[in-house]
């Protein structure tokens, strides 16, 4: 067997239980410390904005319309699933950040500045 290939942005090997606590760290920590190397070239970097992005596209719209704030202790399981699964797909190039948050904005009534 071949083994894995090790990427700065590999997840842990222990990984917080609690998925809304996962949700959380990829937000908070992993992805505004990888929107800072040079290697990313994310239109934002920020954590609320990661949050804002995530959340607006799992919920199809500005999250704020369905989801109660403070929306990380409102999610249900199959948004925190959903918002993990998508940071994911972030983290590994497999989304596009750029495009997910120009939907966000324009739901927002915005345009990038």
Known sequence: MK????????FPEIVPTNLVQEYLYLTRKVMPELALSSKRHWPVSKDHC?????????????????????????LCRRQVLAAVKLCQEIITDHTDLAALNR??????GKSIR
């Open 103 to 108: 939907q966000s904005l324009a739901w927002r």
């Open 50 to 74: 990661f949050q804002r992005i995530v959340l607006d596209t799992i919920c199809g719209g500005v999250w704020s319309d369905h989801i109660a704030r403070p929306a990380y202790k409102n």
């Open 3 to 10: 083994a894995k290939t090790q990427h700065s942005f590999d």
